[in-house]
C-alpha cells in the first residue's frame, strides 16, 4: 500500500446495533430487594420474638405456658376444696436505686388448697421470705410505679414459693400492703 493512500474505512466494519431500551421487567428485577426486604422483615422478626425471644424470657422468669407442656393441662383448684390462706405480714425491703433512702413495705396472703399447706409455710418460713425479700428489693422505684408491676410482682412471688414449696402448691397471692416510704 502506498503511503499516501488513506486507510480503509470503518465502513466494511459491521455497524454498531444500539443497545435495545430497557424493559418494565428490568425495572422490577431492580427493585425486587427492597420488596422481599419490606415483605420478609417484618414476618422474620415476628418469628424470632415468637419463637425464639419470648421462650427465653419465660424459661429466665420461670414461666411455663401451656404449649411448653406438651399438652399436659395445667393443674387447676379443684372447686369444692377448702382454700387454705397464710398470712405473711410485714416484708420490709430498700427500694433498690434509692441509697437506702426509700422503703418497701408489703404484707402478702398466700392460697392453696391443700390441707397441709398452713405447715408447709411454717416450715419454709425463712426461705419464703428471704425469696420475697430479694424479689421485692430487686424493684426500682420506677418499676414499683409501672401500672401493671404488682401483676408482675404476683406472678414473681407465686413461681417462687412454688419453687420452694413444691410444684402448683400456691394458687394465688395478695398484696394486702403496698406501700412505698
Not at 390462706?85 to 433512702?101: C, F, Q, R, W, Y
Not at 425463712?126 to 420506677?142: E, G, H, Y
Amino acid at each position: 500500500m502506498p503511503a499516501n493512500t488513506p486507510a480503509p474505512s470503518d465502513a466494511a466494519a459491521p455497524a454498531e446495533t444500539p443497545a435495545p431500551a430497557p424493559k418494565a421487567a428490568d425495572g422490577f428485577k431492580a427493585w425486587l430487594p427492597v420488596i422481599v426486604t419490606i415483605v420478609l422483615m417484618p414476618v422474620l422478626a415476628y418469628a424470632m420474638t415468637v419463637c425464639v425471644l419470648l421462650p427465653r424470657i419465660q424459661s429466665g422468669l420461670g414461666i411455663t405456658s401451656p404449649a411448653a407442656d406438651s399438652g399436659a393441662r395445667p393443674k387447676t383448684a379443684d372447686p369444692g376444696a377448702k382454700k387454705v390462706t397464710v398470712t405473711m405480714n410485714k416484708l420490709l425491703v430498700n427500694v433498690a436505686g434509692t441509697l437506702g433512702s426509700r422503703y418497701l413495705l408489703v404484707s402478702l396472703s398466700v392460697t392453696s388448697t391443700d390441707p397441709n399447706f398452713q405447715q408447709k409455710m411454717t416450715d419454709s418460713d425463712a426461705a419464703l421470705r428471704d425469696m420475697a425479700s430479694s424479689a421485692l428489693a430487686s424493684k426500682t422505684l420506677a418499676d414499683l410505679e409501672k401500672p401493671d408491676e404488682r401483676n408482675l410482682i404476683r406472678t414473681e412471688l407465686l413461681t417462687g414459693f412454688n419453687n420452694i414449696l413444691g410444684s402448683d402448691e400456691v394458687q394465688e397471692i395478695f398484696l394486702t400492703e403496698f406501700a412505698i416510704q
